[in-house]
């Protein structure tokens, strides 16, 4: 079964560092891009950048360029999403998801993270 | 960036009767391979979304043939051809054409 599971809930105050991890397995995980989407409070989906753990090349919306950071340990089949200067905007939900035919379909997702910061 | 464009915003259906959901896109999402780059996917209360609908008209392993997706260039629909009641949550549009990728902004869809 191909499954991605995120690491737990945090709880932050603004300024800190954060990263959160998305580990793949059930299947040739460097042979597959991940992508991270954000889901703020109340609102919709926010596709944040891709990831090819093979090589680790990374593209990132320009929306979130300098924002955060994408990076990959294929010897973990793990990629990852760091902060280095958390806002309170950044309280959302965080899903990781395996991309398919290429980058253009997400299929699984993992379960989310919650990323709460407090100001 | 391509603006992805979804109505209604809000969907009450009657189990056992159809529904359809709207996506238009700010540019054609025909690729010159023929195939359109369009996804559909459905977020159940509580859960993570998950993929109903790629390449505009190709359901996902696993999802039931009473969901369809049609279109092509900027216009796509979603349809439900009799409602049940675990297909209530928000559906959300997506295109995959090029980066950066982009939502619709959702479409409720709940029971009357």
């Known amino acids: 079964e191909v499954r991605l599971v995120q690491s737990g809930a945090e709880v932050k105050k603004a300024g800190e560092s954060l990263k959160i991890s998305c580990k793949g397995s059930?299947?040739?995980?460097?042979?597959?891009?991940i992508d991270w989407v954000r889901h703020m409070p109340g609102k919709g989906l926010e596709w944040l950048g891709i990831?090819?753990?093979?090589?680790?090349?990374?593209r990132y919306s320009p929306s979130f360029q300098g924002q955060v950071t994408i990076s990959a340990d294929k010897s973990i089949n793990t990629v990852y999403l760091q902060w280095s200067s958390l806002k309170a905007s950044d309280t959302a939900m965080y899903y990781c998801?395996?991309?398919?035919?290429?980058?253009?379909?997400?299929?699984?997702w993992g379960q989310g993270t919650l990323v709460t910061v407090s100001s | 960036d391509i603006v992805m464009t979804q109505s209604p915003l809000s969907l009450p259906v009657t189990p056992g009767e159809p529904a359809s959901i709207s996506c238009r896109s700010s540019q054609s999402l025909l690729h010159s391979n023929g195939y359109n780059y369009l996804d559909w996917y459905l977020q159940r209360p509580g859960q993570s979304p998950q993929l109903l609908i790629y390449l505009g008209s190709n359901r996902a392993s696993g999802v039931p043939d009473r969901f369809s997706g049609s279109g092509s260039g900027t216009d796509f629909t979603l349809t439900i051809s009799r409602v049940e009641a675990e297909d209530v949550g928000i559906y959300y549009c997506?295109?995959?054409?090029?980066?950066?990728?982009?939502f619709g902004g959702g479409t409720k869809v709940e029971i009357k």
């Open positions: 990831i090819y753990p093979g090589n680790s090349e990374t």
């Open positions: 059930g299947y040739n995980f460097t042979n597959y891009w």
């Open positions: 998801a395996r991309a398919l035919g290429g980058y253009n379909w997400l299929d699984p």
């Open positions: 997506m295109h995959g054409l090029q980066s950066p990728l982009t």
